[in-house]
């Protein structure tokens, strides 16, 4: 797997650079929109329709339970949901900037950095995680662009990275606890520590 991605690494860096067009660009950054659309659901919905024939999704993706002969599974297993380990769909708030973008007649690279929020309620502060993605892109005979590589990983957040101020999601985080929440108490509570 990392081989591939060495090899198509160096295949983008080896291509002389061509001009880009804005059509092209456009079409790319509707096939990363649409794919954090898919995967920014709570219950995953693989975005397979926008992979290209042979593609690879080295990215968190998708823990699901593994269908097995009725006598072997229990029915809650069976019937049991997809699991969803993108940022996108983790996260209280998502966003994400294409940092850059290289296209040539039949490929193109699309750095992503995802950033992902969350609330700690024990701190009464919002944090973020982040990860960094590398999109490889192929151009079919019909124009469409597909996704031949997508890769994720969750790394350190660099300085110039860093989202400051931070997004407020106190009340957003209390509204989805409801009743079993207690924002005063919470509150106190951070104070003593």
Not at 22 to 41: C, L, M, N, Q
């Amino acid at each position: 797997m990392r081989l591939l991605l060495i090899l198509l690494i160096g295949l983008f860096t080896a291509l002389p650079a061509l001009a880009q067009t804005s059509e092209d660009e456009t079409k790319i950054r509707a096939v990363i929109a649409d794919w954090y659309k898919y995967v920014g659901e709570p219950v995953a919905d693989p975005p397979w329709g926008l992979m290209a024939p042979g593609g690879v999704d080295a990215g968190p993706g998708f823990a699901e339970i593994p269908r097995q002969p009725p006598e072997y599974r229990s029915a809650a297993a069976y019937d049991g949901p997809r699991i969803n380990n993108e940022l996108a769909a983790k996260a209280m708030q998502f966003a994400y900037d294409i940092d850059t973008l290289k296209i040539d007649p039949r490929f193109a690279k699309v750095w992503v950095w995802e950033r992902g929020y969350f609330y700690a309620w024990a701190a009464q502060k919002t944090y973020e995680n982040a990860a960094s993605t590398l999109f490889v892109l192929e151009k079919h005979d019909d124009g469409r662009w597909l996704i031949l590589l997508h890769d994720a990983n969750s790394q350190g957040i660099p300085p110039n990275k860093i989202t400051d101020p931070l997004p407020d999601l106190r009340a957003l985080y209390y509204s989805r606890c409801g009743s079993a929440c207690d924002p005063e108490a919470d509150a106190k509570k951070a104070k003593e520590f």
